[in-house]
């Protein structure tokens, strides 16, 4: 690849400890994405697709090897500072789109800003502006029992980029959604893409999915492949 990486991974391991002994999740793996690159990682459950995952968004640590996110480490940051690559830089979003369910959609989406430091009234501007964005300017007041699985998922995704964020890790984010859902939410992501010129890596056991994407890597038994679909 020619082109300078945004993000790369080197030589990274990742083991956990348990009861019968260490277990390696991740071995040696390596990878280069650059700028705007939309990337698919697929794999069986329990390959190491969501720690790889928790690793570049700096919420876990590796045993071994290093994150570089423009040329700089991501883990040698400390405290506020990693909190700041985290909440500015990273965007999250799950199969479970975890929204807060006291609060309305507009709430949920504003919350990254309040917590931010941005006023009230200048957050609420930025998420209502972001959920017509993804089609849901007629449910702002609604909270999330009263919205549908795919509703409930354009929600979590505004919210992940309220803070315009450069990076998106999504972690099988139609896993929980029907056929005719799931493919709204992909034209939707695509989208967003495509306005915001973001990084995408996404989790995916939806083989539709990953083939609309730039590359495909494949997790086994720890260690990644690519392009293994395109």
Known sequence: MSERAMIEIRDLDKSFATPGGEV?????????????????????????????????????????????????????????????????????????????????ALENVMMPLLIGGLSKSEAAEKAETLLAEVGLAHRLTHKPGALSGGEQQR????????????????????????????????????????????????VTHNRELASSLDRVLQIEDGHLADDILN
């Open 155 to 202: 929600v979590a995704i505004a919210r992940a980029l309220v803070r315009e964020p450069r990076l998106l890790l999504a972690d099988e984010p139609t896993g929980n959604l029907d056929s005719k859902t799931s493919d709204e939410i992909i034209h939707l992501l695509n989208q967003m893409h495509e306005a915001r010129g973001l990084t995408m890596i996404i």
């Open 24 to 104: 390696s999740v991740l071995r040696q793996v390596n990878l280069k994405i650059v700028a705007g690159e939309r990337i698919a990682v697929v794999g069986t459950s329990g390959a190491g697709k969501t720690t790889l995952m928790h690793i570049l968004g700096g919420l876990d640590h590796p045993t071994f090897g290093e994150v570089l996110f423009e040329g700089e480490s991501i883990f040698a940051l400390r405290g506020a500072a990693l909190d700041r690559f985290r909440n500015r830089t990273v965007g999250f979003v799950f199969q479970f789109h975890q929204l807060l369910p006291e609060f309305t």
